[in-house]
């Protein structure tokens, strides 16, 4: 069974202050895995897809990397407007996307 | 980049009816939909595979008699709710593949439903 877990579960950051998000995963035949960004009472907001180890993208304050075991999403610089629940997911080659719980950034100014 | 939509956005009913909640790709098909279900602080749980043209594929523990999903065309997917329940209450969330376009394995998702039973 894949399995996603995310870490810290909440994240509290200064305005300016550079962080990482952490997920782990364990899949059968990675096809791909997400970022995406969800804010209160709306649907996740696509980021990143990473397909294979060694992959970088970035966006804008955002980078997110992948190695065989995890994968990191980098905030450069964070401003309050990145405040948001960030959710990584995979797909395996059972077709399927298994979601990790997600981690909470909140960003002072 | 790829649109998708979900009408209505909050919806409340009385115990007993149905509601129907539509997913729609706006600038791309899908053969595939998704619905998922979000209780709050919690990650979305997967409900029920749509495909277009044929049967969904429901979850273990979803009751596809209570979901019925029906994915009738590239565009749309329906779901609709029956006998609700205040336990039925929740966050329902689809999302849907753009088969055609570079990242044919990425899932887009609409904004969301929210589902109130009294």
């Known amino acids: 069974e894949d399995q996603v877990t995310q870490s810290p579960e909440a994240l509290r950051l200064q305005e300016g202050e550079s962080s990482s998000l952490n997920c782990s995963y364990t899949?059968?035949?990675?096809?791909?895995l997400f970022w995406y960004r969800q804010d209160p009472g709306k649907g996740p907001e696509f980021l990143f897809t990473l397909y294979s180890a060694g992959e970088e993208k970035e966006k804008e304050r955002l980078k997110a990397t992948l190695t065989k075991k995890e994968s990191f999403l980098h905030i450069t610089a964070p401003k309050p407007e990145d405040s948001a629940t960030y959710l990584c997911a995979v797909l395996g080659a059972h077709q399927k996307v298994t979601f990790g719980t997600g981690t909470k950034l909140q960003v002072i100014p | 980049g790829a649109v998708v939509s979900q009408h209505p956005s909050r919806v409340i009913c009385k115990s007993g009816t149905s509601v129907k909640i539509e997913c729609r790709s706006l600038d791309f098909q899908a053969t595939t939909m998704f619905w998922y279900r979000q209780f709050p602080k919690q990650s979305l749980m997967l409900m029920a595979t749509?495909?277009?043209?044929?049967?969904?594929?429901?979850e273990q523990g979803v009751e596809k008699d209570k979901f019925l999903i029906n994915h009738a065309s590239l565009t749309l997917s329906t779901l609709t709710v029956t006998s609700a329940h205040p336990e039925d209450s929740s966050f329902y969330i689809c999302?849907?593949?753009?088969?055609?376009?570079?990242?044919?394995?990425?899932?887009?998702f609409g904004p969301g439903t929210r589902l109130l039973v009294l």
């Open positions: 899949v059968s035949g990675l096809r791909g």
């Open positions: 999302s849907a593949r753009d088969q055609g376009g570079g990242h044919q394995e990425t899932q887009y």
């Open positions: 749509s495909n277009e043209g044929s049967k969904a594929t429901y």
